[in-house]
T-cell receptor, first 110, second 111 residues
Framework: NAGVTQTPKFRILKIGQSMTLQCTQD?????MYWYRQDPGMGLKLIYYSVGAGITDKGEVPNGYNVSRSTTEDFPLRLELAAPSQTSVYFCASSYGYGYTFGSGTRLTVV | ELKVEQNPLFLSMQEGKNYTIYCNYS?????LYWYRQDPGKSLESLFV?????AVKQEGRLMASLDTKARLSTLHITAAVHDLSATYFC???????????FGTGTRLQVTL
């Protein structure tokens, strides 16, 4: 039982490049989330999904897109990367009150 | 907009001492989480507090929730160096179980 798996763990992007952060869970959770954590700060919600085909914006959605075609997968797309998107990205899933976080993706935009 | 405030933001304490971290939040919620984060790591779940008056203890850590005061506390008893980490509280809101995090309390326990 792997829980929530994120890939890649680290990535350096140049300004203007695009990439997709992958997130998959094997717990059959309906709810999935993307958070970002800037240095010395708490996590902020980017996007979330309550089930396959349903997504919605969180607190800081600008510059990102998501899709949820299956229960298991919830990729986060960065278009036209900017230095302000340098952060650590955490994917999470939940069922009821139990939350499971992935190990994170550390992204640097230069 | 829900605001979650923690204090202190930084806490340096000696081994063996007691201290409390406070988490205030601005809107009604009866679900609160405490997490621990070590440098470069993901979040480790410590406690889930599900109702007013809830108290949970694990080792040297004890968490409580007062939903009327919109306040949760994380009490550290007889601190040891291994407790050095950043501690976050997070409040659950909405039908999609979204979490709003505090800014964290960086705890440094000195020998």
């Amino acid at each position: 039982n792997a829980g929530v798996t994120q890939t890649p763990k680290f990535r350096i992007l140049k300004i203007g490049q695009s990439m997709t952060l992958q997130c998959t869970q094997d717990m059959n959770h309906n709810y999935m989330y993307w958070y970002r954590q800037d240095p010395g700060m708490g996590l902020k919600l980017i996007y979330y999904s309550v089930g396959a085909g349903i997504t919605d914006k969180g607190e800081v959605p600008n510059g990102y897109n998501v899709s949820r075609s299956t229960t298991e997968d919830f990729p986060l797309r960065l278009e036209l990367a900017a230095p302000s998107q340098t952060s650590v990205y955490f994917c999470a899933s939940s069922y009821g009150y139990g939350y499971t976080f992935g190990s994170g993706t550390r992204l640097t935009v230069v | 907009e829900l605001k979650v405030e923690q204090n202190p933001l930084f806490l340096s304490m000696q081994e063996g001492k007691n201290y409390t971290i406070y988490c205030n939040y601005s809107t009604t919620s009866d679900r609160l989480y405490w997490y621990r984060q070590d440098p470069g790591k993901s979040l480790e779940s410590l406690f889930v507090l599900l109702s007013n008056g809830a108290v949970k203890q694990e080792g040297r850590l004890m968490a409580s929730l007062d939903t009327k005061a919109r306040l949760s506390t994380l009490h550290i008893t007889a601190a040891v160096h291994d407790l050095s980490a950043t501690y976050f509280c997070a409040v659950l809101t909405g039908t999609a179980s979204k979490l709003t995090f505090g800014t964290g309390t960086r705890l440094q326990v000195t020998l």
